[in-house]
């Protein structure tokens, strides 16, 4: 179990992911904008973060990498939560500092396999490159 940020604004989408979370037995903070995002991460401190990245003003991959920019926040596991299965979107993610990517719409045991992985291991899925720029 763990406490589970979700920044979405689509509210259908947030009340499915929500479902999903609490049924595995997490507990469940949202947001609805980056912005709002951002202060609940600083403030509750979760064990995990679901960002989507297609946001009113800024976007999910421009939040995560202020999340990761902020010693507050950069060791908190963030999966990107988008409909656009873009290789090049995967990319983008990643190099915002995204620890894993899903494409909507969510097949719930990628849901939690991928949540399950990250909460044994943060850094399981980043690679070497940016692990080291995490480190350092
Ligand atoms: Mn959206």
């Known amino acids: 179990m763990a406490l589970v940020l979700v920044v979405e604004d689509n509210p ?3 009340k499915l992911v929500t479902l999903l ?3 595995a037995g997490h507990d469940v903070l949202s947001a609805a904008d980056a912005e709002s995002g951002l202060t609940t991460a ?6 995990l973060i679901l960002m989507d990245v297609q946001l009113p003003g800024m976007d999910g991959l421009a939040a ?3 999340l990761k920019a ?3 926040t950069a060791a908190i596991p963030i999966i990107a ?3 656009l299965a873009m290789k090049a979107d995967a990319e983008r993610g990643r190099l915002a500092g995204c620890a894993a990517y ?5 097949r719930r045991f990628e849901l939690y396999e991928t949540i399950d992985r990250l909460l044994a291991d943060p850094t399981a899925d980043l690679d070497p490159q940016h692990a080291e720029a995490v480190l350092l």
């Open 12 to 14: 259908a989408n947030l």
């Open 21 to 23: 979370l609490v049924h």
């Open 64 to 66: 995560t990498a202020l």
């Open 102 to 106: 899903i494409t909507k719409p969510l």
């Open 81 to 83: 939560l988008t409909a």
């Open 42 to 47: 600083r403030t509750q401190q979760p064990d």
């Open 70 to 72: 902020d010693l507050r």
